[in-house]
């Protein structure tokens, strides 16, 4: 290799070569303007913290407001459920009541109409005796029969009071009976018909119509009077 021979000229000053100075770096242009101006280098630290914190804030934010949402949303549901629940326990209450009320109006409309057939059917009933008593006039012998059976005992004077269409029956069927037990027959008009009325010494017994069906009328639990002529007309 052959040597090459510089100018005088063109050669520079002696430099010492060192080693090192094949390893060291170049600072890049920015790091040495930094260096030169310390107030560029702090701004530009300021916008990285200041980016920094704003990314520190919005994650938090988000993070803060997910945790609430779900908070929210779990309070929320709670209470909607309690509500719900006591609305429940409120509308159960209500249906309860309602259902007591029903089956209470059921059962006194029940009654009302057993009530109203039980009237109907005496009604009826009532209509159908005055006019077997008119009819047949011998329906007196048994009522007469019972009244006396009702007495301890006979003591005179006993006096038997018919109504006249009656007296005569009673005559007819049982009057010789009647004499020999002690008793005397006596036309009353004010007796109705169907009825009678017994006297003795110690005893009187109202066998009247009217008598006998407020007893029955109060056995069923029905008030009702023999002479009721709206029940007549309404069982006719």
């Given at each position: 290799m052959s040597n090459?021979?510089?100018?005088?000229?063109?050669?520079?000053a002696y430099?010492?070569?060192?080693?090192a100075a094949l390893?060291?770096e170049?600072?890049p242009?920015?790091?040495k303007?930094?260096?030169?101006?310390?107030?560029?280098?702090a701004?530009k630290l300021s916008?990285m913290?200041?980016?920094?914190?704003?990314?520190?804030?919005?994650?938090g934010?988000?993070?803060g407001?997910?945790q609430?949402l779900?908070e929210?949303?779990?309070?929320g549901f709670?209470?909607?459920?309690h509500q719900?629940?006591?609305?429940?326990?409120?509308s159960?209450r209500?249906?309860?009541?309602?259902?007591?009320a029903?089956q209470?109006a059921?059962?006194?409309?029940d009654?009302?109409?057993?009530?109203?057939?039980?009237?109907l059917a005496?009604?009826?009933?009532?209509s159908?005796?005055?006019?077997?008593?008119?009819?047949?006039t011998?329906k007196?012998?048994p009522?007469?029969?019972?009244a006396i059976?009702h007495?301890?005992?006979?003591?005179q004077?006993?006096?038997?009071?018919?109504?006249?269409?009656?007296a005569i029956t009673?005559?007819?069927?049982?009057?010789?009976?009647?004499?020999?037990?002690?008793?005397?027959?006596?036309e009353?008009?004010h007796v109705?018909?169907?009825?009678?009325m017994?006297e003795t010494?110690?005893n009187?017994?109202d066998a009247?119509n009217?008598t006998?069906?407020?007893?029955?009328?109060k056995a069923?639990?029905q008030p009702?009077?023999w002479?009721?002529?709206?029940?007549?007309?309404?069982?006719a």
């Amino acid at each position: 290799m052959s040597n090459i021979h510089l100018p005088k000229e063109q050669q520079t000053a002696y430099q010492r070569w060192e080693m090192a100075a094949l390893f060291s770096e170049t600072a890049p242009p920015s790091a040495k303007s930094e260096e030169k101006n310390p107030s560029l280098a702090a701004e530009k630290l300021s916008l990285m913290l200041e980016s920094n914190r704003k990314e520190a804030y919005q994650k938090g934010r988000q993070e803060g407001w997910q945790q609430g949402l779900e908070e929210g949303l779990q309070k929320g549901f709670q209470a909607g459920l309690h509500q719900a629940q006591e609305e429940a326990a409120v509308s159960e209450r209500k249906f309860l009541a309602l259902s007591s009320a029903f089956q209470e109006a059921l059962r006194l409309a029940d009654e009302k109409i057993a009530n109203d057939l039980l009237k109907l059917a005496l009604d009826i009933a009532k209509s159908m005796l005055k006019t077997t008593l008119c009819i047949d006039t011998t329906k007196i012998i048994p009522i007469v029969k019972d009244a006396i059976h009702h007495l301890p005992s006979v003591q005179q004077p006993a006096r038997l009071m018919l109504h006249p269409d009656d007296a005569i029956t009673v005559r007819e069927h049982i009057g010789e009976e009647l004499r020999e037990e002690g008793w005397h027959i006596v036309e009353d008009a004010h007796v109705e018909a169907g009825g009678c009325m017994i006297e003795t010494a110690s005893n009187q017994i109202d066998a009247s119509n009217a008598t006998r069906w407020k007893r029955l009328s109060k056995a069923l639990g029905q008030p009702g009077e023999w002479d009721d002529e709206s029940s007549d007309e309404q069982a006719a």
